[in-house]
């Protein structure tokens, strides 16, 4: 079999070192950011990306065919984060940072969105941190949250639509 290209984060391939190297070194970063702005600090993150990394190596260990790694561990972090929510017993706040390099804007403009997504239940901000900020296709957010894609649809469409209005107040 053939090295894989070194910037795609989907391959996998039967060297496991390799692919869960690359898979570290390619989706660590935004993971880390994802799981922060859910669970709001920075030891449970680690925590949980972590436990998610472990499972990739037990999936690739297995043989087990993953379609699309980076989808697989948002999936995971995800659910990870959700079940460290529910075991705190309480949503936090939000209060991460939304800039990076799929969004440019302001500091002001910053301030004013991050305002806006800290009136948000954890579903809504988690919804539109998939599409905005990590830029999630509909199709890929469907498969990570289980529903159909006219059900992401509709959601982000009625999110964005409490963000208009949060916004005019």
């Given amino acids: 079999m053939s090295k894989p290209d070194k910037n795609n984060s989907d391959a996998i391939t039967q060297d496991e070192s390799i692919s869960l190297e690359q898979a570290y070194r390619n989706n660590h970063d935004k993971l880390l950011k994802y799981s922060l702005f859910l669970v709001g600090d920075i030891d449970s993150s680690q925590d949980i990306i972590g436990e998610a990394f472990s499972r990739l190596a037990d999936k690739l260990t297995q043989n087990e065919l993953i379609k699309s790694v980076p989808d697989w561990l948002f999936m995971v972090t995800r659910n990870l984060c959700f079940d460290k929510i529910r075991e705190r017993g309480r949503f936090v706040e939000f209060e991460g940072n939304i800039s990076g390099p799929n969004l440019s804007?302001?500091?002001?403009?910053?301030?004013?969105?991050?305002?806006?997504?800290?009136?948000?239940?954890?579903?809504?901000?988690?919804?539109?941190?998939?599409?905005?900020?990590?830029?999630?296709?509909?199709?890929?957010?469907?498969?990570?949250?289980?529903?159909?894609?006219?059900?992401?649809?509709?959601?982000?469409?009625?999110?964005?639509?409490?963000?208009?209005?949060l916004g005019r107040k």
């Fill in 105 to 165: 804007l302001t500091k002001e403009q910053t301030m004013f969105v991050e305002q806006i997504l800290g009136q948000l239940d954890i579903e809504e901000r988690d919804l539109i941190l998939l599409r905005e900020v990590e830029r999630f296709s509909i199709i890929q957010i469907a498969a990570m949250l289980n529903i159909t894609t006219e059900a992401v649809r509709v959601r982000l469409y009625r999110v964005r639509k409490k963000m208009q209005m």
